[in-house]
């Protein structure tokens, strides 16, 4: 699976998009872009993925480049429940490989 | 949507115990589970990959005779961590493919915080 390289840390101000970035320059054609977060002492929570269309859903946009080598995580309206580690991962879909995490953003949502 | 069930959430046992964790799919069957290990303040790490009716799959560098996983069934996979030592604290969490679910996505329990004193 490919690797993603994401900042460690980011701060959002409540009620502000969130834009939390994420790098996978090698990621193959078969891969999708999953992003997940975890809030402090839970088990990770799926956010959305996607191959190469931009997708919505009721609690995040992802974007992804047109080359699919970056893409962009959009928490549209932050609030202080979205302060968690987003995790970027891009894994091949048809298979029942695992999921591997890599170090994550640690969003910050300040009041 | 689906769910897994981990149980305990969290538990306090002796150096040189075992202790069991359990890993269950709720409303899906999954033939395949995960467990994964979490040290404060790093990301999660991959530690084998559960089977059911067959041997689970082991990391490179995990203990497979001090981390038995046993998947006897298409709802419930167990993680026994076998004479437990302090430095084996830490949060364990399992997740589980559903089939008909998002592009073969995965869900994850709540995961299960382990303090070996």
């Known amino acids: 699976d490919a690797k993603t390289t994401q900042p460690t840390s980011m701060d959002c101000a409540e009620g502000r998009a969130a834009n939390l970035p994420c790098n996978h320059s090698?990621?193959?054609?078969?891969?999708?872009v999953y992003w997940y977060r975890q809030i402090h002492s839970q088990g990770p929570q799926y956010i959305i993925h996607g191959l190469k269309n931009n997708e919505t859903n009721e609690m995040a946009s992802l974007i992804i480049t047109e080359d699919r080598k970056s893409s962009t995580l959009i928490l549209p309206h932050a609030t202080l429940r979205d302060t968690a580690v987003y995790y970027c991962i891009v894994r091949a879909a048809n298979t029942g490989n695992q999921f591997y995490f890599g170090t994550g953003t640690s969003l910050t949502v300040i009041p | 949507g689906a769910v897994v069930s981990q149980h305990p959430s969290w538990v306090i046992c002796k150096s040189g115990t075992s202790v069991k964790i359990e890993c269950r799919s709720l409303?899906?069957?999954?033939?395949?589970m995960f467990w994964y290990r979490q040290f404060p303040k790093q990301s999660l790490m991959l530690m084998a990959t559960?089977?059911?009716?067959?041997?689970?799959?082991?990391e490179q560098g995990v203990e497979k005779d001090k981390f038995l996983i046993n998947h006897a069934s298409l709802t419930l996979s167990t993680l026994t961590v076998t004479s437990a030592h302090p430095e084996d604290s830490s949060f364990y969490i399992c997740?589980?493919?559903?089939?008909?679910?998002?592009?073969?996505?995965?869900?994850f329990g709540s995961g299960t915080r382990l303090t070996v004193v």
């Open positions: 997740s589980a493919r559903d089939p008909s679910g998002y592009a073969f996505g995965y869900t």
């Open positions: 090698t990621i193959s054609g078969n891969e999708y």
């Open positions: 559960s089977n059911e009716g067959s041997k689970a799959t082991y």
């Open positions: 409303d899906f069957q999954a033939t395949t």
